[in-house]
């Protein structure tokens, strides 16, 4: 039977590259190995590294102690900020339709 997923090698270079230990790729890697690198609605995944990504992002929001120093910088450069309403006119909002 044909392989339909990357090699663990790569994802754990991929993890590495980024900061996280090879626990981080093997988790990552059962878990799409275990559904056939299919999404959550069951499609194929056309790019792994897509996938890898958000894992990793998640991983780097969620869980920062588990990154190796020197790469959370990474994701804060990605990140841009976002506008926020005020709190005052969203409770009045909230007030309103309530």
Not at 18 to 33: A, D, I, M, P
Not at 46 to 55: E, H, Q, T, V, Y
Not at 70 to 92: D, N, V, W
Request: with cysteine.
């Amino acid at each position: 039977m044909k392989r339909s997923g990357p090699m663990l090698k790569d994802i754990e270079a991929y993890f590495n590259e980024r900061g996280l230990s090879t626990v981080e790729s093997e988790q990552f890697f059962n878990f799409y190995e275990l559904r056939g690198w299919t999404n959550a609605r069951c499609q194929k995944l056309s790019n792994w590294k897509l996938a890898a990504a958000a894992w990793v992002r998640s991983i780097q929001r969620q869980y920062p102690q588990l990154v190796r120093p020197g790469h959370q910088a990474s994701l804060k450069s990605q990140h841009k900020p976002t506008e926020t309403l005020p709190i005052r006119p969203l409770i009045l909002v909230i007030l309103l339709l309530h």
